[in-house]
Each structure stands twice: as C-alpha cells, then as structure tokens.
Nanobody
Framework: VQLQASGGGVVQPGASLRLSCLVS????????LGWYRQSPGKQRELVAG???????GYGDSVKDRFVISGDSTKNTVDLQMNNLNTEDTAVYYC?????????WGQGTLVTVSS
C-alpha cells in the first residue's frame, strides 16, 4: 500500500486546512486508515482514524475540531482541520493498517503561526 499526503501549509490561528491522502489501493478494502502527527521533540500521536465500516475516532486534542472522511471514488482519506491553534503545528502522516502491517505516507507539514 502506498500513501501520498498533501495539503499542508502555513496558516494563522483560527484558520482551517484540509489534508488529503491518496491511497494506492481501494480504501474500502483497507481495515483502518487515518492520520498521525509528530511535533518536534514529541512522540507521534494519533489524530484520527477511519475503519472500513465507516467508524471514526479522534485524539482528545482534536475532537470537535477535526473531521476525517474517506472518498472511495478517489481513493483518498481527507482530514478537515478547523480552528487550528499553534499546538497543531506538526508533520502529519497518513497511514493504513493492513494485516497487522502499518504503511505510512511521507508526511506533510502544517505550521500554525501568527
């Protein structure tokens, strides 16, 4: 499985940004897809996950602000990020879990700064 993330950039606090992850396989056949992020000096943390049944889950710090969605026609998994703050600054990685193996995209940098 290959994943290619895009959509990162520099935004001001309070702004919105949408990340997209292009998946090489049909997303309907992948049990788990999602996004992690990593800030300098911190461990990689879960941002959001999406199962092949359509269930979603979010990290505590992004609940009620971020929304994960999948588009089976485009084979993409998107992350809509709203009301961004400086703590959201990180490299965001999309991932896929297939047969107990994790596949990672290359990461896209999101910088929230005034």
């Amino acid at each position: 499985v290959q994943l290619q993330a895009s959509g990162g950039g520099v935004v001001q606090p309070g702004a919105s940004l949408r990340l997209s992850c292009l998946v090489s396989e049909s997303i309907g056949k992948i049990p788990m897809l999602g996004w992690y992020r990593q800030s300098p000096g911190k461990q990689r943390e879960l941002v959001a996950g999406l199962t092949d049944f359509g269930s979603t889950g979010y990290g505590d710090s992004v609940k009620d602000r971020f929304v994960i969605s999948g588009d089976s026609t485009k084979n993409t998994v998107d992350l809509q990020m709203n009301n961004l703050n400086t703590e959201d600054t990180a490299v965001y990685y999309c991932y896929a879990m297939v047969n107990h193996t994790a596949y990672w995209g290359q990461g896209t940098l999101v910088t929230v700064s005034s």
